[in-house]
């Protein structure tokens, strides 16, 4: 059975920075795609950036350039957030999709808050 689990949640104050971890438990694919995705309360889920087990990432136009998303082990992903500001105050969903099959899992989520 397939686990996706974050940490590293907890309050930041503006301007400053915070690591999460997404760890996957499980697997043994060897070419999947795993995501930060966040949502805001009254607000979509959406995309802050993913990466493929190749190590190509992508980025959602609102963290672009202060995020970075990182995988240095096999089913293990870092979000580095930079610079942060209350709009980033969001859950923070880690995504994991293998290839084949083409399936996905989501973890219970990281609360991020930013404070001024």
């Known amino acids: 059975q397939v686990q996706v689990v974050e940490s590293g949640g907890g309050l930041v104050q503006t301007g400053g920075s915070k690591e999460l971890l997404c760890e996957v438990s499980?697997?043994?694919?060897?070419?999947?795609?795993m995501a930060w995705y966040r949502q805001a309360p009254g607000k979509q889920r959406e995309l802050v950036a993913s990466?493929?087990?190749?190590?190509?990432a992508r980025y959602g136009d609102l963290t672009k350039g202060r995020f970075t998303i990182s995988n240095p082990y096999l089913y293990t992903v870092y979000l580095q957030m930079n610079n942060v500001n209350t709009e980033d105050t969001a859950v923070y969903y880690c995504?994991?999709?293998?290839?084949?099959?083409?399936?996905?899992?989501w973890g219970k989520g990281a609360q991020v808050t930013v404070f001024s």
């Open positions: 995504n994991f999709q293998s290839w084949v099959p083409n399936v996905e899992y």
């Open positions: 499980g697997s043994s694919d060897r070419q999947y795609n």
């Open positions: 990466i493929t087990s190749a190590g190509t």
